[in-house]
């Protein structure tokens, strides 16, 4: 392709038996690239100016991976496995920007997140293909899908990255958030997004700032489709809670705790439940806590 200078080169992880390249993300100047489908699990650094590589590092917590982003301004780099659950959730690690000066790539983990409805309950996906930050970092889009999955559970959502909370989705073939798709034949297949505002940049004939990409799967001759989409944001936005009260389904502890209340913090996130009411907690069984809840503790 004209224009094109650059080659990815892999040489310093191909004794990792490294598979498959993921979504990747841009940032300061880098570009992160995971690779999965192999005997390892690695995210890898290259200059975006010239495509070298120039680090890589493995992830030894994660079962495989086929997606990184980064959120900008802090450099917390996000990933998964291929399924989100609460077994399963996402992973944050804080790049180190001290040595990423140095072309070193280091990951310092963080803390893990799952993503709910607004009531709290938690969201499992499968077939996770790529996510994007908007540019203030305070929401991601994350695409997801398979040729060969329930078309219904495809597409793009939108969550609040600090709360974790479903603000929007994509229909299948309607409305004004539309990412059409065909599972089975012709095995079309939701892959990668990014976030690029193009409406005051020279793309001829591109305009917006979501740009997700699908494959047709087709042995024969593949189709690459490219869909645009123009974002709107509520200037008086304010981010959504998962509920005000958080309660441990641990069998052993069995309390329910205010969002802000320390002991909450210490909540397993595979044991976390919200509830926008004490009542309700109280009301399935769970018990006051005796530092944040004291007039409903009982035990």
Not at 3 to 14: A, C, K, L, S, T
Not at 36 to 64: N, P, Q
Not at 149 to 177: C, E, H, K, P, V
Not at 254 to 263: G, I, N
């Amino acid at each position: 392709m004209p224009g094109i200078e650059g080659q990815i080169h892999m040489v310093m992880i191909d004794n990792e038996g490294v598979g498959d390249m993921g979504d990747i993300d841009w940032f300061n100047g880098y570009i992160f690239v995971p690779f999965s489908g192999g005997r390892k699990l690695v995210i890898a650094l290259f200059s975006a100016s010239d495509l070298e590589m120039k680090s890589y590092v493995i992830l030894e917590d994660l079962s495989d991976i086929g997606w990184c982003a980064v959120q900008p301004h802090t450099g917390v780099l996000v990933t998964s496995n291929s399924s989100i659950n609460r077994e399963n959730p996402v992973h944050l690690y804080q790049i180190n920007l001290s040595l990423l000066e140095s072309d070193v790539l280091s990951l310092e983990p963080i803390c893990t997140k799952a993503f709910a409805k607004p009531n709290g309950e938690i969201i499992e996906m499968c077939c996770m293909q790529g996510v994007t930050f908007i540019p203030d970092g305070s929401m991601l889009y994350l695409i997801k899908g398979h040729f060969d999955d329930n078309r219904t559970n495809g597409g793009i959502r939108l969550f609040d990255f600090l709360s974790g909370i479903l603000l929007a989705r994509s229909r299948n073939g309607s409305g004004s958030f539309n990412f059409a798709y065909d599972v089975g034949a012709p095995y079309e297949e939701p892959e990668g997004i990014t976030y690029w505002d193009l409406d005051a940049k020279s793309a001829p004939g591109i305009k917006g700032q979501l740009h997700a990409f699908m494959l047709d799967n087709e042995w024969s001759t593949d189709d690459i489709y490219l869909k645009h989409y123009r974002v709107y944001f509520d200037e008086e936005y304010q981010p959504p809670m998962r509920g005000k009260y958080k309660a441990n389904r641990s069998k052993d502890k069995r309390e329910v705790h205010t969002a802000d209340c320390s002991w909450a913090d210490n909540i397993a996130l595979k044991n976390e439940i919200w509830y926008s009411t004490v009542g309700e907690a109280l009301e399935d069984g769970y018990d006051g806590c005796a530092h944040c809840l004291k007039k409903y503790h009982q035990r």
